[in-house]
Structure formats: C-alpha cells, structure tokens
C-alpha cells in the first residue's frame, strides 16, 4: 500500500534555481496540503487543494506555487529559491473529515 | 488563519508516569479535531478524529476527550512508556483547510 508519496526525499538548491517537488497519493482522496516543518513553528499550511484542477492558499504561500491537474497528483514549486525555504516539506491527503495521511517528507536545503 | 495552542510546549516524565496534554481552538464554527503522533524522522500518523461534544475515544494507554463548547481537547496517556516518546499535534480543520497546532513534545525517561 503506498498511501502518499513524496519525491524527492533531499535536495540541495542554490539560491535563484527553480524546483518541483511531487506528491502522488493512491487514495482517491479529494483534499491534498502541502506544509512546511521549521523549527518550534510546527506545521505551516503552504496551499492547499479541494479536488482536480482548484488550489488555494494557506497561511504562508509566498514564493511558492501548486498545480493538481490530476486527481492524484500535487504538485508544488519553487520559481526562484531562497535560503528562507530551507526546511522540511510534508505533503498530505484526506477525505471527508476522515484522518490525514501524510507523507514521508523532503528535505530542502538552499545555499 | 486560525489560532490553533497546545500546551505545554514539551514535556519530560518518568517511565509509569500519567500526563495529559492540551489543544485549544476556537470553538466557533466547529467541524472536527484530529489528534496526531509524530515520532522523529517519520511522518504524523492519526491517533483519533472527533467530531461530538463530549467525545472520548481511546487506544491502548492513549484517550482524548472533547469539549466543543469551549474549545479544547486533553489528550491523556496512562502509564508512560519510552516508545511514547513523540510529538503529539493536534489539527483543527474549518471546512477545506486544515491548521496544525506547534505540538507538544514528550520525552519518556527510562
């Protein structure tokens, strides 16, 4: 059963490149959550998405975009990286009011 | 954004301990509370989803109770042991979105 995965599971970026990070969940589970884990802030809400094809933002978008054009699929980027989004990126699924899944989580660093 | 506390931020105990932690949300438009176990290096995994006023659920050592009125949540465990040694979210969904709390950690010593 692979539930939600995440690729890649680490990467290093320079600071100004580009990046795509992938969650694929198996579920057919209609709400996915990206967030961020930085130290003593807990899990931020990144954006967010309710079903194919809609997304929305959460409490801390800035600098980074999402696309779910397929059920399965969410995808979230990073235009132009900065050293500010060097933490530990956790993607989740969910259906109804039932439990969240998440996950395995990557690990950015931007030099 | 919703205001999601729990308290205390972290805890240490002793193995055989009872202790018993914290959520507080706004109890204004209420939908459900989740509580989560988060050991280090892996991912957040359910302990228990409610949605009553008055809920209890329990699992093992580990029970939750619900107070939608107020707007909180305790989330018990009875006789510590080292492999509860986590972080424990709990998470306040309003409608779509869905807003941890910062967690409160809890170290069982041997």
Known sequence: ?111 | ILNVEQSPQSLHVQEGDSTNFTCSFPSSNFYALHWYRWETAKSPEALFVMTLNGDEKKKGRISATLNTKEGYSYLYIKGSQPEDSATYLCAFPPGNQFYFGTGTSLTVIP
């Open chain 1, 1 to 111: 059963n692979a539930g939600v995965t995440q690729t890649p599971k680490f990467r290093v970026l320079k600071t100004g490149q580009s990046m795509t990070l992938l969650c694929a969940q198996d579920m057919n589970h209609e709400y996915m959550y990206w967030y961020r884990q930085d130290p003593g802030m807990g899990l931020r809400l990144i954006h967010y998405s309710v079903g194919e094809g809609t997304t929305a933002k959460g409490e801390v978008p800035d600098g980074y975009n999402v696309s779910r054009l397929k059920k399965q699929n969410f995808l979230l980027g990073l235009e132009s990286a900065a050293p500010s989004q060097t933490s530990v990126y956790f993607c989740a699924s969910r259906q109804g009011a039932g439990e969240a899944f998440f996950g395995q989580g990557t690990r950015l660093t931007v030099v």
